[in-house]
C-alpha cells in the first residue's frame, strides 16, 4: 500500500493509499520526462520533477511501511503481461473494499488475473 498525493480520489491535502498505482513515464526526444497519470489533479502529462514533488513527496514523512517501491517496466511488456481481475480491491469476504472504476478491467490474451509480479522485468 502506497501513499499518492494528489489524486482524484481525494479532496484535500491528503493522499490516497493505493495497492499499486501504475503510471507512465515518457522520455521525449528532447530529454525532458512526463508522468502521465490518470488519476492526477496535477497536468496531464505532468514534468516528471513537479509529480514527484508534489505526487511523491518525501519518504522522511512517510511511516517505513508505507514506503514506495518502484518497478520500472518497458511498455511493450507492460501492455503484453499486466492484467487485473481487481481482486485486490475486496475483502476476504468478497465485497468491495471501494466502488470499483467503471471502465472494464485490464486483460491480455491469457485472461485477466493479476499477475505483473510474476513477470521478470
Known sequence: MIPIWKQQARS???PVIWDYHVVLLHVSS?????IYDLDTVL???????????DAFKSD???????????RVIRADSYLKNFA???SHMKDSSGNWREPPPSYPCIQT???SLEHLEDQIL
Not at 528532447?30 to 512526463?34: D, K, L, N
Not at 497536468?43 to 509529480?51: E, K, L, M, V
Open 30 to 34: 528532447g530529454g525532458q520526462s512526463f
Open 109 to 111: 490474451g491469457e485472461g
Open 84 to 86: 487485473s481481475d481487481r
Open 12 to 14: 484535500g491535502d491528503g
Open 43 to 53: 497536468p496531464f502529462p505532468c514534468p516528471f520533477d513537479a509529480y514527484v514533488e
Open 60 to 70: 522522511e514523512d512517510i511511516h517505513p511501511q508505507f514506503r514506495r517501491k518502484f
